[in-house]
């Protein structure tokens, strides 16, 4: 299906936070040899397992549905469905993985977004994007450009995202910073919680941001969920000054997903079907 089959031009508030949907997968044992930029070891796939389940469950409590798919033991990190697809009005776009070992994850997800989406776009470019690199509000998709995405896919993603309803915005994440959203992630329409790192980069130019407290910044990678904000266990200080800005706040253990570079946001294509 192409990009001119879609034209959107009215937006429904809180549409980048307030979701029906989820679509997951059940990590693969091959989760061992997933990526990492660190090896502090391997993850154990039954914890890790153990540690999805929890996400799932914690998703479905809001109200959503929540799509587990099978594992792909062929593809170590395709637990983390986050990278090969974005959905925006209830249609997914199958992107290009920058990651050589993650190139097939987009083919191999492309069926089931078919069955539980409004439907599918394919991208057609010969550069790469990931999901990671992309955080949405209302109005605008936030890229940024990383290892994993660069200029001529998001070039090429630009006239998909506008036949969307959205505006698309390129932002330069920082070398050292895997993806944009290891470091950032939304907390409602206005606001943004990152690192000092990555908001002093200027990425957030008209947005509010709550900034992780020192030693915190995994906590970044955090994700408003319907009314509640997931933010990984061991991150006191960063619940706490949530919590203290009024948002509603559940803690998960990532400590597996952590060992391959992972996060909340990674494990879960959110999106609303209404």
């Known amino acids: 299906m192409s990009a001119s089959s879609f034209s959107f031009s009215l937006s429904r508030p809180g549409r980048c936070f307030q979701f029906t949907h989820a679509i997951t997968r059940t990590p693969s044992i091959s989760i061992t040899n997933g990526l990492r930029a660190e090896d502090r070891g391997a993850p154990s796939p039954d914890l890790f397992r153990e540690e999805h389940a929890a996400y799932v469950s914690a998703l479905s409590e809001t109200g959503a549905t929540v799509i ?3 594992p792909l033991e062929d593809f170590p990190d ?3 469905v986050e990278d090969p697809a974005l959905i925006l009005c209830g249609r997914a776009i199958v992107l290009q993985p920058g990651a050589e ?8 997800i492309r069926d089931d977004l078919l069955r539980y989406t409004d439907g599918v776009i394919d991208l057609n470019t010969d550069g790469f994007v990931e999901g990671g690199d992309i955080l949405c509000t209302d109005h605008e998709v936030l890229i940024g450009l990383s290892a994993r995405t660069n200029e001529a896919g998001v070039e090429d993603l630009r006239s998909v995202v506008e036949s969307l309803g959205y505006r698309l915005r390129v932002v330069n994440t920082p070398p050292e910073i895997l993806h944009f959203k290891t470091e950032s992630s939304l907390l409602d329409a206005d606001t943004i919680l990152a690192t000092p790192l990555l908001a002093r980069s200027g990425c957030f130019d008209g947005y509010r941001v709550i900034e992780t407290p020192d030693g915190e910044e995994a906590a970044a990678n955090s994700i408003r969920f319907n009314d509640t904000v997931f933010v990984s266990k061991g991150f ?6 949530l919590d203290a800005a009024g948002y509603k706040v559940k803690v998960l253990s990532t400590s597996q997903a952590a060992l391959v570079d992972g996060g ?3 494990l879960s294509l959110r999106y609303s079907l209404d």
């Open 78 to 80: 395709s637990v983390f």
């Open 68 to 70: 587990c798919l099978p």
């Open 264 to 266: 909340l946001s990674c």
């Open 236 to 241: 006191d200080r960063t619940a706490e000054k």
């Open 101 to 108: 070992t993650r190139r097939g994850e987009a083919a191999a």
